[in-house]
């Protein structure tokens, strides 16, 4: 399940030193994605298998430096009930909080872990207008989905938008801009050209257009925190 660690991360739980847990495999092929390692078959499966004893003997050790887990991928929720039971090791047996990144395609696991308790924080990518998430192999029936559960937490999400032009424009935005509605944190991200599973040689918006889009956003969104990460 884990191909990658990182011991210490400032930057992925919000306020929290934090480590980083990296799974592999995911049901998505978004243009933009950067963790190409842990997508592709090809390029994961010479990567060695990290035991989850492993890493939980890690984190025990970091304990006191750390406060919180961050579960990312590839999809995590691809992992069921491996995934509930590493959460409920390190949450009970180490005592500390979890963050997992997440596409949405698995609202039930989700639910479930909210309702267990079990989440402090969920980062979830909404990538583009529901009528174009075929075009990343992706079902927006069960994003959508996830969006009515965690609306249910507002406090624990952050929705995050990478701003990949070919996949967000006008028309996209506008379209979700609804199922947006009653987040309190919603992060625009800068879609990196450099590295990625197959946007190269798309140019980024600029910078004129990223406030652009901020602005739509907080306009109707006046309530929420829109975080700029461009
Ligand atoms: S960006 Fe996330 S959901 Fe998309 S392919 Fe990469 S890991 Fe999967």
Redesign the pocket.
């Known amino acids: 399940m884990i191909k990658g660690f990182r011991g210490t991360s400032l930057v992925d739980f919000p306020e929290k030193v934090s480590a980083v847990i990296y799974t592999y495999g995911?049901n998505?092929?978004?243009p933009?994605?950067y963790?190409i390692e842990?997508?592709l078959t090809e390029n994961y499966k010479d990567l060695p298998d990290i035991p989850d004893e492993e890493i939980l003997t890690n984190l025990s050790q970091r304990k006191g430096f750390i406060q919180g887990v961050v579960i990312t991928?590839?999809?995590p929720t691809l992992w069921g009930k491996r995934l509930h039971y590493l959460i409920e090791r390190i949450k009970y047996e180490i005592g500390l909080a979890i963050k997992v990144d997440t596409?949405g395609s698995n609202p039930e696991l989700l639910e479930r872990f909210l309702q267990e308790n079990l989440l402090d924080y969920v980062a979830l990518?909404f990538?583009t207008s529901p009528s174009r998430y075929p075009e990343?192999g992706g079902d927006f029936s069960r994003v959508s989905e996830t969006l009515r559960v965690l609306k249910n937490h507002p406090e624990k999400v952050e929705i995050r938008i990478t701003l990949y032009p070919p996949l967000f424009n006008g028309r996209d935005l506008e379209e979700m801009l609804p199922f947006l509605e009653g987040f309190q944190i919603i992060a625009l991200q800068k879609y990196l050209p450099e590295k990625n599973?197959s946007g190269r040689g798309v140019s980024p918006y600029s910078e004129e257009e990223y406030l652009n889009f901020f602005t739509v956003l907080q306009n109707h969104l006046p309530t929420a925190r829109i975080l700029k990460r461009f």
């Open positions: 995911c998505y092929r978004c933009f994605c963790n842990l997508v991928g590839g999809e596409n990518d990538k990343l599973l």
